[in-house]
C-alpha cells in the first residue's frame, strides 16, 4: 500500500487509480435516486444490484431479486464497520413476489459485522457506481466498475469486474485500518439446494479463490426466472490476500485479528449451503491511515465456459473465442491494466454524459447514466464456428426470449451510436434463422428460442409487420452509421422477401401482435402501418446507396404513397388514431422518429407537431400512456416519441416525467421499462436492454438529417 494527497470524496471527486495513485475529477455529477444501483454487470447472469439507498441495508441481487451475497467491511482500531451487505447471507426476501425467498433455512444466528457505517452518498455514471461512508474517523469510499466500453469488444466481453476502495483520516489522528470483502457461491447457483465447492490458489501475483456447483449441468437449463448454475465465481486480487472458507468463521477472524485465515481442515470440497454457508474472501491491511489516503482495488469475475447454444453449437464467450484463453490469464491481464481500464471509463463517463446533456439536457443524461450497464448486460457477446459476431439479447421478466427482434428493434440506438458492430450482432442471428431455411416464413421471426438455447423460435405467435420493419429499419441504421450498404448486400435476397410481405400487409395490418404484445392483438394498427412505411423507405434508400437506383426509385414511391393515403386513414382531427377504424383513440407514433433520423421525409412535419401538442395535453407526472386503451407506459418509447419535438423545452416537458419515474418509483428494482402513469410502479419487466432506446436523441444528433 501507498499513501496520496489528501481526498474529499464529495459526490464529484473520487480516487481511482491504484498504481499510479492518482487522484481524478469526477467532471460531470448525476443526482438521480436509481431505482437500483448497478453494482457488478457482466451478462444477464452475472448481474448483481442494489435494490436500496443504503449499501447495507440489503443484501446485494441478481436482477431477478435472488440474494447474490457480497460483503464488506473496514476495521478502525479493532471496530468493524459494515458497509456493504448483510449480516446473514440467508437474509431477504423474493423481490419478484415480495415472499419469502425460502432461503432462511439455516441454523445459527450470523451475528457478526453488526455496526454499520454511515453512508453519506451514491453517485451513478455510466460505467461506475460511487459509494462514500463514514467509519468511526475515517473515510471510506467504494467503487464499482464494468468496464463496459463498446469500441474494444475484448475488454467489453471480459468477465471482470473492480471493485475499488480508498481510505483516509478525517479527525486529525493515524488509525489501523483494515479492509475485508466477500462473497458467496449464491452467485453460481439456480437454487440454494445446489451442492457446491471451492478452492483457492495463486496464479503469478494473483491471488484468487472460485467457487461453482459440483453438478456442472452446463446449458441445460432455458427460461426466464433463472441464475447460471455452471462455470465458475472468481474474487481476486493482486494485492490482498483472498481464500475460501466458511462464511461465519472468516467474518470471526476479521473481527478479532483483522485478518482471514485458512481453515483446517479446509473448506468441504462438497458443501451443502443449505446446511452451512461457504465463502470467498479478501482481506488486506491498510497500515496506519492518517489523512494520506490509502487505497486498492479487487475483481470479481465469472468464468461460464460456454455462454449460448446456436442451433446445436455450444458457443464459448467472446474473450474465450479460440477456446484458448485461461480466465486467469484474464484476471492477471485485468489486473495490469487496472488503471488504464479504470482511466478509460472515466473519460468514457465524462464524455457519454456531457454528449446527452447536449443533446437533452441533465436529466436526460442522468437516465441515460441509469440505463447504459443495465441494457449492455442484458446480452452475452459469442462468435459462431464461422466467425460471425452474435451479441444475444435475453427478454428479463418478459418471456426469457433469446435473440428477440422487437426487443433489439428498441435498444439498438446505443449500439448504432457507440459501435454499428454490435448491432450487426443484434441481427446476424435472425439473417441465418431465415437464410438457412430454418425459419420459412415470408416475414422475420420473432425470436431464436428461450434464453441461453437459440436452436429456433419458441414464441407461440408471429409478429409478421413488426419484425419485418423491425429488420428493415435497423439494416438501414447501420448501413447510415456506416456510410455504404455493405452489410446489406451480404442479406439482399431475405431483405427483399421482406420488403415484399411490407408492400403487400404493412399499409393496413391484420388483426396482429405488434412489439406491445401485453396490449393484445390489435388490427389496422396506425403506428405499426407507419413502421412498415418506413421499412419499405429503408429498402429503397439501401438499395440507393447500393447502387440499385430503379429498385431504390420504385419502393420509394411506394412508400411515399402509402404514407399519403396514411394521413388521411389516421387524422381524427387534433390528433392520429390508435387503429386507422377507431376514431377516438391514440397512441404514441413512436416509429415516426426514424423518417427524422433517416431524412426521409415520408411525413408531413405537422404530423409531428401535432401529435407533440396532443402528447403533452396527455402526459402525468409519471409520463405519457403508451395509448388511449389503459394508463400504462413504455418508457423507451416515450424516449422515442419526445425526439418528434423540435424543440427542446418539448423534448424535457416529455422526458422529465420519466426522470420523475426512475428517481421517484417506489419498485425499487433494475428500471422496468413498463409502468404505471398513474402511480410510477411497475409492471412485470425488469432490467431489460430495451432501455437502450434512451439513446435515440443521441442516435439523432450524430444523423445527418438530425443536425
Known amino acids: 500500500m501507498k499513501s496520496v494527497s489528501s481526498l474529499a470524496l464529495i459526490a464529484g471527486i473520487i480516487l481511482m487509480s491504484c498504481g499510479r495513485q492518482a487522484v481524478i475529477q469526477q ?46 467491511a473496514v476495521r478502525v482500531d479493532g471496530i468493524v464497520y459494515r458497509f456493504m451487505g448483510v449480516e446473514d447471507p440467508y437474509s431477504g426476501t423474493d423481490l419478484r413476489t415480495g415472499a419469502g425467498s425460502g432461503d432462511s433455512i439455516i441454523n445459527g444466528s450470523h451475528r457478526n459485522f453488526s455496526k454499520t457505517a454511515v453512508q453519506k452518498s451514491v453517485t451513478l455514471m455510466p460505467t461506475q457506481t460511487y459509494y462514500l461512508f463514514g467509519c468511526g474517523g475515517t473515510e471510506l469510499s467504494l467503487l464499482f466498475t464494468s468496464p463496459l466500453l463498446m469500441d474494444d469488444l475484448d475488454l467489453l466481453s471480459r468477465p471482470v469486474n473492480y471493485l475499488s476502495w480508498a481510505v483516509r483520516s478525517t479527525d486529525g489522528r493515524k488509525h489501523s485500518v483494515q479492509v475485508y470483502f466477500d462473497a458467496t457461491p449464491q452467485w453460481a447457483v439456480n437454487e440454494m439446494t445446489q451442492k457446491v465447492t471451492y478452492d483457492d490458489s495463486v496464479f503469478k501475483n494473483i491471488s484468487y479463490a472460485r467457487t461453482g456447483t459440483i453438478e456442472q449441468p452446463v446449458l441445460q437449463k432455458k427460461g426466464d426466472d433463472l441464475r447460471i448454475d455452471w462455470g465458475w465465481l472468481y474474487l481476486a486480487s493482486g494485492e490482498g490476500k483472498v481464500i475460501c472458507g466458511d462464511y461465519d468463521y472468516e467474518r470471526q477472524q476479521f473481527i478479532s485479528g483483522g485478518e482471514i485465515k485458512e481453515q483446517s481442515p479446509s473448506v468441504q470440497l462438497e458443501q451443502d449451503m443449505t446446511k452451512k454457508m461457504g465463502v470467498l474472501s479478501y482481506c488486506t491491511d491498510a497500515g496506519k491511515v492518517s489523512s494520506e489516503t490509502v487505497k486498492g482495488f479487487l475483481m470479481i469475475g465469472y468464468d461460464d465456459i460456454f455462454s449460448v447454444q446456436y442451433f446445436g453449437e455450444n458457443l464459448r464467450p467472446y474473450w474465450n473465442r479460440t477456446g484458448n484463453v485461461k480466465i486467469t490469464d484474464i484476471l492477471e491481464k485485468a489486473g495490469k491494466e487496472y488503471d488504464q481500464v479504470m482511466e478509460k471509463c472515466r473519460k468514457f463517463d465524462d464524455s457519454l454524459m456531457s454528449d446527452a446533456i447536449r443533446a437533452g439536457g441533465k436529466k436526460y443524461a442522468s437516465l441515460c447514466a441509469l440505463v447504459y450497464r443495465q441494457a449492455i448486460a442484458a446480452h452475452k457477446l459469442t462468435v459462431d464456428n464461422k466467425g460471425i459476431l452474435h451479441f444475444f439479447s435475453k427478454e428479463n421478466f418478459s418471456n426469457g426470449s433469446i435473440g428477440t427482434v422487437d426487443v433489439t428493434y428498441p435498444s439498438a440506438p446505443l449500439f448504432l451510436v457507440y459501435n454499428p458492430e454490435l448491432a450487426k450482432g443484434l441481427l446476424n442471428h435472425v439473417f441465418y434463422y431465415s437464410e438457412s431455411g430454418q425459419w420459412t416464413k415470408p416475414f422475420a421471426a420473432h425470436d431464436i428460442g428461450t434464453y441461453p438455447l437459440g436452436n429456433g423460435q419458441t414464441y407461440p405467435g408471429d409478429m409478421p409487420v413488426e419484425e419485418c420493419g423491425n429488420m428493415l429499419i435497423l439494416t438501414n441504421a447501420i448501413a447510415r452509421r456506416e456510410g455504404n450498404a455493405d452489410y446489406a448486400l451480404k442479406h439482399w435476397d431475405v431483405l427483399s422477401l421482406w420488403t415484399a410481405y411490407l408492400e403487400k400487409a404493412g399499409m393496413d395490418p391484420e388483426n396482429q401482435l405488434c412489439t406491445d404484445d401485453f396490449a393484445g392483438h390489435l388490427a389496422h394498427n396506425a403506428n405499426l402501418s407507419v413502421k412498415a412505411i418506413i421499412g419499405i423507405a429503408s429498402y429503397a434508400q439501401l438499395a440507393e446507396m447500393a447502387g440499385k437506383k430503379d429498385i431504390a426509385s420504385k419502393y420509394m414511391t411506394i412508400a411515399r404513397e402509402m404514407a399519403a393515403r396514411w394521413e388521411p386513414l389516421a387524422n381524427s382531427g387534433d390528433h392520429y388514431r390508435l387503429a386507422f377504424d377507431k376514431p377516438d383513440t391514440w397512441s404514441q407514433k413512436y416509429n415516426l422518429v426514424w423518417d427524422k433520423v433517416f431524412g426521409t421525409h415520408l411525413f408531413p412535419t405537422s404530423i409531428a407537431e401535432k401529435e407533440v401538442k396532443w402528447y403533452l395535453s396527455r402526459q402525468t407526472h409519471f409520463g405519457l400512456p403508451l395509448d388511449s386503451r389503459k394508463t400504462y407506459t413504455k418508457s423507451d418509447w416515450i424516449m422515442w416519441t419526445a425526439c418528434l419535438a423540435d424543440k427542446d423545452e418539448d423534448f424535457k416537458a416529455l422526458t422529465d416525467p420519466v426522470y420523475n419515474y426512475a428517481n421517484e418509483t417506489e419498485s425499487r428494482m433494475p428500471l422496468s421499462d413498463w409502468h404505471e402513469t398513474t402511480t410510477g410502479k411497475w409492471i412485470n419487466m425488469r432490467a431489460r436492454s430495451v432501455v437502450g432506446g434512451y439513446f435515440m436523441k443521441m442516435l439523432l444528433e450524430k444523423s445527418s438529417a438530425g443536425k
Open 27 to 72: 467532471d460531470v455529477k448525476n443526482e438521480l435516486r436509481a431505482p437500483a444501483y448497478p453494482l457488478v454487470m457482466i451478462d444477464p447472469y452475472t448481474s448483481a444490484w442494489s435494490f436500496t439507498d443504503t449499501l447495507f441495508q440489503d443484501p446485494a441481487r441478481h436482477w431477478t431479486g435472488k440474494v447474490f451475497s457480497l460483503g464488506g
